[in-house]
């Protein structure tokens, strides 16, 4: 009955980090963003389920080079990608991920797959096994720009913290370190939550190092709220920031209480991050003690951003 079903709401991000570079970048960002949040919206009003809707739209922006996750991730410090993804459906409240995949075009299908299965998390051998078993298609992620960036930071002797938040021909000339990763997260007609988040890692990094993507500190939901974050891992892993502001909400705060309590203890602690949020009202909101962070979101009535959000505040709020 039409009378039951609650506004769906929907907020993505590709990455947070140091600005964009111009009017440019922005407008094109801002494209890419929007062309995943109206398609994805316009399933959720026909009933897709929020775990669904976040699997789509992972599969959406990791297909999309400009976003360090699946095409057009980073290259580690030994030119090799690996990649990370999560997956968590409020409703269960259960959590599913790959850590440090190589050779496939969608880490988030695999942990989509792992979601029905006993071993719910795998690393990189049972990653690349599970592959085999499903019969995925060998893909190669690496795109010319990822690569250029590299053989750049290698002539530095990755002297950068990080490789850059999203592959712009014009960011090769610059030595800022900035950070990526996509993520998503719904609420769908039948008020329930997920979360999912994806990413190529830092960039330049030890081999073995493991994101926080594919970890409860990164990627987090239960009936209350949905969590994804982006930025630098360690950070994120240092805060526990998903589990940390989904707790919150489940202990009594409202998700704007949550968030800024959660955000004002990140600036303190010199934490360099963002996360989007949703919780069971419908609320949206979106925090980062980085820059900039790249997330587009629809609350039912409007599509909105966050890409010239730079002011003071830690924390911001859809309707
Ligand atoms: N947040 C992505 C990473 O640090 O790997």
Redesign the pocket.
Known sequence: MAGNFVQPKLIVHGGAGSSLHGGKSIESVRRSLYEIVEPIYALLLEGVSAHEAVVQGCQMLEDNPRFNAGTGSVLQSDGQIRMSAALMAGKTQRFSGVINVSRVQHPIELAQFLQNSDDRVLSDFGAAELLRELKLPVYNPMTNLRLQEWIREREHNFEDDAAGVVAEPELLTTSEPR?G?IGVVVLDREGNLAAGTS?G??GFERIGRV???AMPA?NYANPHAAVS?????ED?IDECLAARIVVRVTDGMSLEQAMQRSFAEAQQNRRDFGAIAIDATGAIAWGKTSQVLLAAYHDGNQLGDTLEWTGEALTSFAA
């Open positions: 950070r990763t990413t890692g830092k994101s926080d993507s990164g974050c982006t930025g630098i891992g994120i």
